[in-house]
């Protein structure tokens, strides 16, 4: 596996570190995130089209909008291995 760091939230206080990689090789965006509120986390199952609630194996996770750029980073190194 070859995870590519992307970036890291530029407020951390380098315990609570929303961060992103890119695994090209498995064509995936990798987030970690803060933990939703209860309230949040039931908002997010009751509208969603999925059937039940979110697995253990998956996760709902926060991401400050000020790390969008380094999703789309993320997104554009897992989108450029696709065409290679």
Not at 1 to 18: L, S, W
Request: proline content about 8%; glycine content about 4%.
């Amino acid at each position: 596996m070859a995870v590519e760091f992307i970036g890291i939230d530029p407020d951390t206080d380098r315990d609570h570190c929303p961060t992103v990689w890119a695994d090209a090789e498995a064509q995936e965006v990798l987030l970690q995130g803060w933990q939703p509120s209860a309230e949040t986390h039931a908002a997010c199952e009751a509208s969603s089209p999925a059937n039940g609630s979110v697995p253990d194996s998956e996760a709902i996770i926060r991401i400050p909008a000020r790390m969008i750029p380094m999703i789309r980073e993320a997104c554009d190194a897992v989108e450029r291995a696709q065409l290679r």
